[in-house]
């Protein structure tokens, strides 16, 4: 009993690191649901601090779900142009935090 209080202590004091970074970047272009010509992807820096190496995960499928995957691309970049066939895509986008955290889609 006297370790859980221990560390129950400690993690009041010094903080707990959270389960996942800040704000998820804001997508801005192509906008929800509309029709588009162009496959450049683009979305917006959040306010916190990011890690050093491809902190953007892009994701990008055919199935809203996301299960078959046709593109997974790290980047430092706030934008990706992929190379998609004609049809209906979606895209998400999730950034790390400078503890390498990951944020939410």
Partial sequence: MRS????????LLFGVKPASAGETPILLNPANGITNTSSRLEWQTPSYSLYSSNPYRVQVDD????????KDYYTNNTYYTPTLSFGT???RVKVKDVSGIWSEW
């Fill in 4 to 11: 859980k209080l221990i560390i129950l202590i400690l993690f």
């Fill in 63 to 70: 199935d809203p779900s996301f299960s078959s995957l046709n």
């Fill in 89 to 91: 895509w979606n895209w």
